[in-house]
T-cell receptor, first 113, second 114 residues
Framework: AQSVTQLGSHVSVSEGALVLLRCNYSSSVPPYLFWYVQYPNQGLQLLLKYTTGATLVKGINGFEAEFKKSETSFHLTKPSAHMSDAAEYFCAVSAGTASKLTFGTGTRLQVTL | DAGVIQSPRHEVTEMGQEVTLRCKPISGHDYLFWYRQTMMRGLELLIYFNNNVPIDDSGMPEDRFSAKMPNASFSTLKIQPSEPRDSAVYFC????????????FGSGTRLTVV
């Protein structure tokens, strides 16, 4: 079985500051890891994913995440926050033969002036 | 491709009424998922299908909920009878067999039961 823990249900940063959203996972097999973003009144949109290969993955809107097996982490970062980044972010893990994603509880990102 | 299409976008119904939510997955996707999102419980997987066959319905809250996928291009989630605690946003998502692809979500149906 797999699970995801997102540290911090709410994160607030100033515009232009570094964004760091934390995600730790648990999986009995090599995981596939994902970050999704949800804007108000919308569905979830894939931001980036790690499957195999390079451990630093880049996504849309300037976000990136690094898979660290030793730390079982997949934290999401962006060097400079923009007001439009305000949204809820979900980390997810997939493992095993079923194509089922297990989502974290989400982190709401607030960006202030 | 138009993406995953859900209808209706909003539904307001009275307690005790039957509610049917609809989903059209992306053509060629062989997995379909139904999720429910609430403030209290977050994102919950209700049921998922592979090649139109229900694989895991352990997330369906009770017998009032049922889901079908009569063909590869259509699925329904039915609640009968509906209750106020069923008020939530219901999402449908689809994906290819490869688990590395990730899901594509629909825009959701906001259900309000009064």
């Amino acid at each position: 079985a797999q699970s995801v823990t997102q540290l911090g249900s709410h994160v607030s940063v100033s515009e232009g500051a570094l964004v760091l959203l934390r995600c730790n996972y648990s999986s009995s097999v090599p995981p596939y890891l994902f970050w999704y973003v949800q804007y108000p009144n919308q569905g979830l949109q894939l931001l980036l994913k790690y499957t195999t290969g390079a451990t630093l993955v880049k996504g849309i809107n300037g976000f990136e995440a690094e898979f660290k097996k030793s730390e079982t982490s997949f934290h999401l970062t962006k060097p400079s926050a923009h007001m439009s980044d305000a949204a809820e972010y979900f980390c997810a893990v997939s493992a095993g033969t079923a194509s089922k994603l297990t989502f974290g509880t989400g982190t709401r990102l607030q960006v202030t002036l | 491709d138009a993406g995953v299409i859900q209808s209706p976008r909003h539904e307001v119904t009275e307690m005790g009424q039957e509610v049917t939510l609809r989903c059209k997955p992306i053509s060629g996707h062989d997995y379909l998922f139904w999720y429910r999102q609430t403030m209290m419980r977050g994102l919950e997987l209700l049921i998922y299908f592979n090649n139109n066959v229900p694989i895991d319905d352990s997330g369906m809250p009770e017998d009032r909920f049922s889901a079908k996928m009569p063909n590869a291009s259509f699925s329904t989630l039915k609640i009968q009878p509906s209750e106020p605690r069923d008020s939530a946003v219901y999402f449908c998502a689809s994906s290819f067999s490869s688990q590395g692809v990730g899901y594509t979500f629909g825009s959701g149906t906001r259900l309000t039961v009064v």
